[in-house]
């Protein structure tokens, strides 16, 4: 038979199969975000209580959390209403404001004054400017737009008080795992104290 210039080679060097032994063909470890999706959850903050009594324990946590909020969002529409035709009540208005955030700001700067902090209650002092701010605007004659911005924003208000579940606790798992831990997400009672190590 002619052989047309082709030759076979017989290699000279056996080639290295995988075995079960080689740590190079085994599979990587999961990265740590890898674990974290494969662990995730979706929260659903909204939920309807389960009692009457239930709901009012929530209008009182949501609003002692969510209390800040629901004044800015009652001071804005409050303030929208008042912009096209009272102009001395929202001057008024915009000046009790600067004088309830001034105190505030005093409450933070001076955290162990023993006059601020305990002889002088601040909800008592936050109501009286309150109720010295709706005598100004009935003053002035601006009574019906505070009237009418209660009368809408309020029941917003509660509706999201009622239905926001909390937040404040969510179910994690330690390093040993073990479950069913309720940890602060947010801090008002307690901090968590976090490892750089876990980071």
């Known amino acids: 038979m002619a052989n047309y210039g082709t030759t076979q080679r017989i290699p000279t060097s056996s080639t290295v199969t995988p075995s079960s032994t080689d740590t190079s063909y085994e599979a990587e470890p999961k990265a740590p975000h890898e674990k974290f999706y494969s662990n995730f959850r979706i929260y659903c903050p909204i939920n309807i209580?389960?009692?009457?009594?239930?709901?009012?324990?929530?209008?009182?946590?949501?609003?002692?959390?969510?209390?800040?909020?629901?004044t800015l969002f009652v001071w804005v529409i409050l303030f929208i209403t008042l912009i096209p035709k009272r102009k001395v009540s929202l001057i008024l208005f915009v000046i009790m404001t600067y004088v309830t955030t001034l105190y505030l700001l005093l409450l933070r700067a001076v955290p162990n004054s023993f006059v601020l902090h305990?002889?002088?209650?601040?909800?008592?002092?936050?109501?009286?400017?309150?109720?010295?701010?709706?005598?100004?605007?009935?003053?002035?004659?601006?009574?019906?737009?505070?009237a009418v911005t209660l009368a809408s924003s309020v029941p917003v208000v509660l509706v999201h008080a009622v239905f926001w579940a909390s937040f404040d606790a969510f179910e994690i798992e330690d390093a040993s795992g073990n479950k069913g831990q309720l940890a602060p997400l947010t801090g008002h009672n307690q901090s968590l104290a976090y490892n750089s190590d876990d980071v």
């Open 49 to 70: 209580p389960s009692s009457a009594e239930a709901a009012g324990v929530r209008i009182m946590r949501n609003i002692s959390n969510f209390g800040l909020y629901y």
């Open 118 to 146: 305990r002889i002088i209650d601040k909800r008592f002092v936050l109501a009286l400017l309150a109720i010295a701010t709706a005598v100004q605007l009935i003053l002035t004659e601006a009574g019906i737009h505070l």
